[in-house]
């Protein structure tokens, strides 16, 4: 059994993989909703399947923040020296958008949304070479306040400076 003396066990959720039914990956899907929405600090998934597709759900959403972010960043970037290329920003501003709107309808309410994929070089120093089963994955409870604003802030300016760009343009 591993043993998880790195983090701390107060306000540490542990959703262990014991297979008691033919329902235990609901059970587990139950004990890491619940843990979720308790709030704790760290959470250790040891169920394999459940850790894949908390990690990629938690991927999926930081890829969009990002990509809002990027793409509203690139539009304002390339607006301001090409003014007369609506064909390049608008598209990005677009994008910019899209992904600012999907990130708020379907990422900002999960819970899932508040916690990182916790990458300690230390929890990764168990792991063992031979064919024992891998580690659990740990997430991280943090504010992802920023990242809102930060991503809505710059789509909301590259609209902005897109539309008054445009306007320009057509002038």
Not at 115 to 142: A, C, F, M, W
Not at 143 to 153: G, M, P
């Amino acid at each position: 059994m591993l043993s998880y003396e790195i983090i701390n066990q107060e306000d540490t959720a542990i959703i262990r993989e014991v297979y008691d039914n033919d329902n235990s990956q609901e059970i587990f899907e139950q004990e890491l909703d619940n843990a979720l929405e308790a709030g704790y600090k760290y959470i250790i998934i040891e169920p394999t399947q459940l850790a894949d597709e908390t990690v990629r759900w938690i991927t999926v959403g930081n890829c969009i923040s990002k990509i809002a972010i990027l793409t509203g960043t690139l539009s304002i970037g390339i607006a301001y020296p090409w003014s007369s290329k609506p064909l390049i920003y608008g598209p990005l501003c677009m994008v910019s958008f899209v992904c600012t709107g999907l990130y708020m309808v379907s990422w900002q309410f999960d819970p899932c949304c508040k916690y990182q994929v916790h990458r300690d070089p230390r929890l990764k120093s168990l792991q063992k070479e031979d064919n024992t089963p891998p580690l659990p994955v740990v997430i991280e409870r943090g504010s992802d306040t920023k990242r809102k604003i930060v991503h809505t802030t710059v789509t909301t300016a590259s609209i902005a400076y897109c539309i008054w760009k445009l306007y320009e343009y057509c002038k």
